[in-house]
C-alpha cells in the first residue's frame, strides 16, 4: 500500500526522546523539565494528569467519513525514522465502518498537529489479504530489533492484524495476530490490542498483548498475552482484569506502564460505570491483581464531559503526557493531559 509524503518542515535543533513510546516507562516522581516541581501521584504513584487541551477533533479533518475519531497512539520518531515530517507521529482512526488507520504528526507532543494528506494509510479492503466492513484502533509499536514501526489494528471487531513500515506511513500486510478462535467458545470480539516490549522469563517471552475481550454473555473484560517475536502469540484463556472485579458494566481499551520494579494495566470503565480510567496493579511477572481504583477522573466539562478513554503515553523534555480519547464513544475529540 503506497502512499506519497508530504514535504516535511524544518526540524528544530533539539532532540525530544519518546520515553516508553512503546513499552511505557514512565519517570516517577519528578519533571525533569526547566522549573519543574514535583509531579502529583495518583495510584500506585504514577503520575497524576490533568486536562491541557483538545488535539484533534473530527469536524477540522479532511479525512473524516462518519464524523468521529477514537483510539490515538502518540509515537516519537527521533532516532528511530530517517526524514520523518514530524517529532511525533499521531495515529487515530474513525471507527465505524468504512473506518480507516490515520496520521498527523507535530513537532511537539502539545502540537499542533497536521493532517497527513493521504489519509487513510490503511483501509478496509487490502488485496489479497482481506476485505471486511471496517479496520480501526491503531497501535503502533516501536520494534527495536526490526527497526520497525509495527502497527496493530482490528478489522473486523474479531481480529487483530499486524502491518509494518520503515517509515510509519508505509506499511505492508504481515499477518493476523489475534482472533475469536484463539480464545474460549462464546467470545464474539478481541479488538483494541495495544502491544509492548515487556520481559516475561518464565514465558519466554520479549513482548506482552493486551486486548479488549467480549463474549456472548456481553460483558467486556481485559484479556492478554505474550510472545517472543511480536508476531506469534499465546493468549491466557481467562481474563486478565474482569469487569466485576472493579465494579463496571465494561471495561476496555487497555495499555500498560511500568517502573523499574513494577508493571501496571489502565483502562477505561464504560460511562454508566462512572466513566473514568482505573488502574490495577499486575506486576512485572503479571502474577498480581491489585486493583488500584481511579487513575484518571474524567471531568464533567468539556471536552470529558463524564468519559475518558483509549489512552497512550509519552513524554517530552521529560514531562509525562497522556494522550486519550474524551467525551461519549464516537463523538468525542482527542485530548491532551499532563502530569501535575
Not at 14 to 42: E, Q
Not at 218 to 244: E, K, M, T, V, Y
Given at each position: 500500500m503506497?502512499?506519497r ?10 532532540r525530544f526522546v519518546?520515553?516508553g ?7 516517577l516522581g519528578t519533571v ?9 501521584a ?12 483538545t488535539?484533534?477533533t ?7 467519513p462518519?464524523?468521529?475519531?477514537i483510539f490515538?497512539?502518540?509515537?516519537g520518531t527521533v532516532?528511530?525514522l530517517?526524514?520523518?515530517l514530524?517529532?511525533y507521529y499521531l495515529?487515530?482512526a474513525?471507527h465505524?465502518?468504512p473506518?480507516?488507520i490515520?496520521?498527523?504528526y507535530?513537532?511537539?507532543?502539545e502540537?499542533?498537529?497536521?493532517e497527513y494528506a493521504?489519509?487513510p494509510l490503511?483501509?478496509r ?8 466492513g471496517h479496520v480501526?484502533?491503531?497501535h503502533?509499536?516501536w520494534?527495536?530489533g526490526?527497526?520497525?514501526m ?10 487483530t492484524r499486524?502491518a509494518?513500515s520503515?517509515n510509519?506511513i508505509d506499511f505492508?500486510?504481515?499477518?493476523v495476530?489475534?482472533n475469536t478462535s484463539?480464545?474460549p467458545?462464546?467470545t464474539?470480539?478481541?479488538t483494541?490490542?495495544?502491544?509492548f516490549?515487556h520481559?516475561l ?5 520479549e ?6 475481550v467480549?463474549?456472548?454473555?456481553n460483558?467486556?473484560?481485559?484479556g492478554?498475552?505474550w510472545s517472543?517475536d ?6 491466557a484463556q481467562?481474563p486478565?482484569i474482569r ?9 476496555g481499551?487497555?495499555h500498560?506502564l511500568?517502573t ?5 494495566v ?6 454508566a460505570s462512572g ?7 499486575v506486576?512485572?511477572d503479571?502474577?498480581?491483581r ?6 484518571y ?7 470529558d ?6 489512552m497512550?503515553f ?9 494522550v486519550?480519547e474524551a467525551g461519549?464513544?464516537?463523538q468525542g475529540?482527542i485530548a491532551?493531559?499532563r502530569?501535575?
Amino acid at each position: 500500500m503506497e502512499q506519497r509524503k508530504e514535504p516535511h518542515r524544518t526540524h528544530h535543533s533539539r532532540r525530544f526522546v519518546l520515553k516508553g513510546a512503546a513499552g511505557t516507562v514512565l519517570a516517577l516522581g519528578t519533571v525533569s523539565a526547566p522549573g519543574a516541581s514535583v509531579a502529583a501521584a495518583a495510584p500506585g504513584g504514577l503520575p497524576d494528569y490533568q486536562y491541557l487541551k483538545t488535539l484533534l477533533t473530527a469536524d477540522e479533518l479532511e479525512y473524516n467519513p462518519t464524523g468521529e475519531i477514537i483510539f490515538p497512539c502518540i509515537r516519537g520518531t527521533v532516532g528511530r525514522l530517517s526524514d520523518p515530517l514530524g517529532r511525533y507521529y499521531l495515529y487515530y482512526a474513525p471507527h465505524d465502518a468504512p473506518g480507516g488507520i490515520c496520521l498527523a504528526y507535530s513537532d511537539s507532543i502539545e502540537g499542533p498537529y497536521t493532517e497527513y494528506a493521504d489519509n487513510p494509510l490503511v483501509s478496509r479492503s487490502w488485496a489479497p489479504h482481506y476485505n471486511v466492513g471496517h479496520v480501526s484502533s491503531p497501535h503502533v509499536m516501536w520494534h527495536e530489533g526490526a527497526q520497525e514501526m509495527w502497527l496493530y489494528f482490528h478489522g473486523d471487531n474479531d481480529t487483530t492484524r499486524l502491518a509494518r513500515s520503515t517509515n510509519g506511513i508505509d506499511f505492508r500486510y504481515d499477518k493476523v495476530v489475534l482472533n475469536t478462535s484463539m480464545l474460549p467458545k462464546g467470545t464474539t470480539e478481541t479488538t483494541y490490542a495495544r502491544v509492548f516490549p515487556h520481559r516475561l522469563p518464565d514465558r519466554s517471552a520479549e513482548f506482552v498483548m493486551l486486548f479488549m475481550v467480549n463474549t456472548t454473555a456481553n460483558h467486556r473484560n481485559i484479556g492478554w498475552g505474550w510472545s517472543a517475536d511480536g508476531r506469534n502469540w499465546q493468549f491466557a484463556q481467562q481474563p486478565l482484569i474482569r469487569h466485576s472485579d472493579v465494579g463496571s458494566v465494561d471495561i476496555g481499551n487497555p495499555h500498560l506502564l511500568t517502573t523499574a520494579d513494577n508493571a501496571y494495566v489502565v483502562y477505561n470503565q464504560d460511562k454508566a460505570s462512572g466513566g473514568n480510567i482505573l488502574v490495577t496493579e499486575v506486576g512485572k511477572d503479571f502474577s498480581r491483581r491489585r486493583h488500584l481504583g481511579i487513575f484518571y477522573d474524567s471531568m464533567s466539562a468539556a471536552p470529558d464531559r463524564g468519559r475518558a478513554g483509549s489512552m497512550s503515553f509519552g513524554t517530552e523534555n521529560g514531562v509525562p503526557y497522556m494522550v486519550y480519547e474524551a467525551g461519549d464513544r464516537l463523538q468525542g475529540a482527542i485530548a491532551l493531559a499532563r502530569a501535575r
